[in-house]
């Protein structure tokens, strides 16, 4: 099962919970209460395809030696 980040309407609290991909209610950890959402992962907005295309290049070559 993945970890996905929430956010809770009610105490507006962001917390992480292991759950199933389809799974939508879950409880906010603080308040119990259930006016939760998911949010988009910080991993999954920085590799998506964008104008960077989410990879990484170097600039100088990538090499180990220095300058190349």
């Given at each position: 099962m993945p970890m996905y980040d929430f956010y809770c309407n009610q105490c507006e609290q962001e917390f992480e919970e292991l759950v199933a991909r389809d799974?939508?209610?879950v409880p906010c950890p603080r308040c119990?209460?259930?006016d939760t959402?998911?949010?988009m992962s910080r991993f999954a907005s920085l590799s998506?395809?964008?104008s960077g295309g989410g990879?990484?290049?170097p600039r100088n070559g990538g090499g180990c030696a220095p300058g190349g």
């Open positions: 799974r939508t209610d119990q209460g259930t959402r998911r949010l998506g395809s964008g990879a990484y290049v």
